[in-house]
C-alpha cells in the first residue's frame, strides 16, 4: 500500500511537471521587414525562414513585410533574422553578408533596385 502511494505521488508529480513544460512552449506572431523583389526573393526568403521552432512564415512582396508564426521557446526573431541573412537578404535588423548576396541571381539583386521578372 505505501509503494503504491508513492507511485502514486511520482506520477503526479510527473505530469505536473510535463504540464509546465507544455505551458512554457508559446506561439508568437511577429512581422519584420525583408528587402527583396519577387517571387523567386519570395521562395527564398520564405524558406530561409522556416528552420526549427518556425511554424509559418509568408513574405509580401509589395509591403517587404515577413509575418512568422514561431514557438518562442525554440528560435527568436534575431535567428529567424539571421537565417534569412545568410540567404542574401537584408531585413531591418540583420543585413545580409556581400557574399551571401553575391549568390543571388543578378534579377534578384533588390539593393541596386532591379528586377525583370515576378
Not at 524558406?47 to 509568408?58: F, L, Q
Not at 512568422?68 to 529567424?80: A, C, F, M
Not at 533574422?81 to 542574401?88: F, H, T, V, W, Y
Request: charged share 25%.
Amino acid at each position: 500500500m505505501k509503494n503504491h502511494l508513492i507511485h502514486t505521488i511520482l506520477l503526479l508529480i510527473m505530469m505536473l511537471s510535463g504540464t509546465t513544460l507544455q505551458a512554457q512552449s508559446k506561439t508568437a506572431t511577429d512581422t519584420f521587414t525583408v528587402y527583396g523583389n519577387c517571387g523567386q526573393c519570395k521562395t527564398r526568403i520564405e524558406e530561409a525562414a522556416y528552420i526549427k521552432g518556425v511554424k509559418s512564415a509568408v513574405w509580401d512582396k509589395k509591403t517587404k513585410v515577413l509575418t512568422v508564426v514561431y514557438l518562442t521557446d525554440k528560435v527568436s526573431l534575431s535567428r529567424i533574422s539571421l537565417a534569412i541573412a545568410d540567404a542574401g537578404h537584408d531585413t531591418k535588423e540583420q543585413k545580409a553578408s556581400d557574399k551571401s548576396y553575391a549568390k543571388l541571381p543578378s534579377c534578384c539583386a533588390y539593393r541596386n533596385g532591379t528586377c525583370d521578372h515576378d
